[in-house]
């Protein structure tokens, strides 16, 4: 059975700092592609970063360009998003989501995940 557990969210003042991590289990880690979700109350899930699991190749979407860094511990089946420089429109629950690498879809589009966690909560203050 697949688990995608995510953790490390928590409240966190404008400016400041947060490391979420997401612990896969259940699937051949490195047949895979994880991406983070971020979903700001009231609004449709976004992608907002995403790393393959073989060869380690990054993306990010524009809005966090520069202050987010996604990484992976293969031994660990986990991946890992650090959030720097947060800002209000940071708020929001964030899920880990994975797909099959050879998967035709964009790596940001939703629909296009085979599995998903249940979410870690980032609530960014002033």
């Known amino acids: 059975e697949v688990h995608l557990v995510e953790s490390g969210g928590g409240l966190v003042q404008a400016g400041g700092s947060l490391r979420l991590s997401c612990a896969a289990s259940?699937?051949?880690?490195?047949?895979?592609?994880i991406t983070w979700f971020h979903q700001a109350p009231g609004k449709e899930r976004e992608g907002v970063s995403s790393?393959?699991?073989?060869?380690?190749?990054?993306y990010y979407a524009d809005s966090v360009e520069g202050r987010f860094t996604i990484s992976k511990d293969n031994a660990k089946n986990m991946v890992f998003l650090q959030m720097s420089s947060l800002t209000l429109e940071d708020t929001g629950t964030y899920y880990c989501?994975?797909?099959?690498?050879?998967?035709?879809?964009?790596?940001?589009?939703?629909?296009?995940?085979?599995?998903w966690g249940k979410g870690t909560l980032v609530t960014v203050s002033i």
């Open positions: 259940g699937f051949t880690f490195d047949d895979y592609r």
């Open positions: 790393i393959n699991l073989d060869d380690g190749n990054t």
């Open positions: 989501a994975a797909a099959d690498q050879d998967s035709d879809y964009d790596a940001f589009t939703p629909h296009g995940m085979e599995f």
